[in-house]
């Protein structure tokens, strides 16, 4: 089992999933302490990083696909596990703020649309319209 977590490095799939959910986002948020990265929310932002390394390992297509392709565009590993988790709180929100939900197989699919249309400039152009 991993005894660490670092987001430029893909963790074991079988590893990862076999640790509690819990520890998954505690070495993420001790990742970010370790290296001083200064988040709004960390328990959130570690949360995001744990379900996007669950998608990865459980081999949900899209994002699995997207990781490397976000890389090749001059992302980090880190980065796109990031824009990744900012796809799937945009995601989220549109899903608790509508009236009529969509069935979880339409959700899912809208969802694995839009990682598919996520580039790495998508991801630099939302960080620059924060500040």
Do not use: C
Not at 9 to 26: G, M, N, S, T, Y
Not at 63 to 82: C, E, T
Not at 121 to 130: A, F
């Amino acid at each position: 089992m991993p005894r660490y977590y670092d987001p430029n490095l893909a963790p074991d799939p079988q590893a990862w999933l076999a640790l509690k959910e819990d520890v998954r986002i505690a070495q993420a948020e001790v990742f970010h302490k370790k290296r001083r990265i200064r988040v709004p929310g960390l328990t959130a932002h570690a949360t995001f990083h744990a379900i996007v390394e669950n998608q990865i390992a459980q081999g949900m297509d899209a994002v699995v696909r997207a990781v490397p392709r976000l890389m090749d565009q001059g992302l980090s590993r880190h980065d796109a596990i990031h824009a990744l988790g900012w796809v799937l709180s945009q995601h989220l929100y549109e899903l608790m703020n509508t009236a009529q939900p969509d069935e979880p197989g339409v959700a899912n699919a809208r969802y694995a649309a839009a990682v598919e249309r996520l580039q790495a400039k998508d991801w630099m152009r939302q960080g620059s319209d924060d500040e």
